[in-house]
């Protein structure tokens, strides 16, 4: 077995600050930073998008010109901003440089070139893994992520002297499924074409490539591993992921501390720890200031930083809310996604300006305010795999209410009698996915804010206390490259 150090390809379709649409990008973005920082030899490649060229130097070299299933291919070589880590970039202008989302056009609509788009970018990290573009590095370990990258395994798996592979499952519900067609059109191997390898339902699936083929596969929270290998949350894969359960594991997911502290961070009123908790008022006034909402310190300010999706419970909290507007608590919303539910927020807002303020989008600025500037965070989802937003919120000293799912269970402590007196509470937990559930956590937290504030107090310190860092995830995916090296080599 070769030790770490190693040399590590981490293939990602996004990483912060790069580019950045949900949680894989931060924890590509800081991962390999953490990795780095344990000695190990990280190369991170992307897709080179339009947003992600227009943050790198214009006098970027090419290190390679080739051509994969058809398309002329440069490899860009830069380093991942504000770090060291170095990154490789797949220039391709016929299949990346567009306006629009990694995965989405300006309408929301899926890119109809997504398999060709993320087959090419598959094809090329095996290649730069066998060192077959004369970059004089070879990968010893490669680390694919979600569906997009689920081919790379699948390409690897049968190269002689082949790295070890990891695949990490980040969301299940997205599984990179097309048709028979499309497979044709990729030229894939047609040995690939049955149930136990990329086959599913008729079409194929770019997702089991790495269920199937990577040595170790993990989840980003001990619970979700558990969770999807269930009829609940597998969506379809849960049989195979049970036959592959020796295999798999959950890591949770870290924070970049640097990013997401309080102590430290420019983008809020005023900075303060846990031992200075009385400037988190400063940060709530500043926070109601700019929503417009009245300037009070004895109201419950409520926080919700999310995609406006399903998955993320908004259907609850649109039905919940109505109820809670004779009650001490403002509301501060930021986020974009489902129209419908966009729209009904916004007229929600309208009628009840002194209670609820909403703001449709993503701002990063904005959402570090909220996470400092409000008491309690709401993230009522139906699945989450890991979550951040909770680890953010606790970093706050603000107490989340979670549903118990996923990360959500692994990292919340509820409030009960026995946690608040061992001091050991650091949120409160849903008893399940429901309006009852979700109105009950609220009440809980309502009245211990209004009636016991040295235990609230007691909370904020305790989930500020908390190690949520990825020096200590980035120790465990160390042991599980060396687990996956030891699999690859038998």
Known sequence: MRLAPSRILYCASEAYPLIKTG?????????????????????LLLPAYRAVLQKIPKDTPALADLEVLGYSIQLLRSVLPGTKVPILLVHCPALYDRDGTPYHDAT????????????????????????????????????????????????????????????????LAYQGIFDRDTFVALALPEIFWHFEALEYHGGFSFIKGGLIYADRINTVSPNYAKEIQTVAFGHGLEALLQFRSPRLNGILNGIDITVWNPVTDPEIAHTYDEQHLQFKAVNKTDLQRRYGLPEDNTVMLMGLVSRIADQKGIDLILHSLPGWIEKPIQWVILGSGDKVYENLLLELAQRHLLQIAVRIGYDETLAHRIEAGVDVFLMPSRFEPCGLNQLYSQRYGTLPIVSPVGGLL?????????????????????????????????????????????????????????????????????????????????
Request: aromatic letters at 8%; hydrophobic letters at 45%; proline letters at 3%.
């Open 410 to 490: 692994d990292t919340v402590t509820d409030a009960s009698p026995k946690t608040l007196q061992n001091n050991s509470a650091t949120g409160f937990l849903l008893q399940d996915v429901s309006i009852t559930s979700a109105t009950n956590a609220i009440n809980r937290a309502l009245d211990l804010f209004q009636n016991n504030r040295s235990a609230w107090k007691t909370m904020q310190q305790a989930a500020m206390q908390k190690d949520s860092s990825w020096k200590r995830s980035a120790k465990a995916y160390t042991e599980l490259y060396e687990q996956a090296l030891l699999d690859a080599e038998q």
């Open 23 to 43: 949680g894989l990008a931060d924890v590509a973005g800081s991962l390999v930073v953490a990795l780095q920082e344990l000695g190990h030899d990280v190369l």
């Open 108 to 171: 929301g609509s899926d890119w109809p070139d997504n398999a060709v788009r993320f087959a090419v970018f598959s094809h090329v990290a095996a290649r730069i893994a066998q060192d077959k573009f004369g970059l004089n590095w070879r990968a010893d370990v490669v680390h694919a992520n979600d569906w997009q990258t689920g081919l790379v395994p699948a390409l690897l798996h049968n190269v002689p002297n082949r790295p070890a592979l990891i695949f990490t499952i980040h969301n």
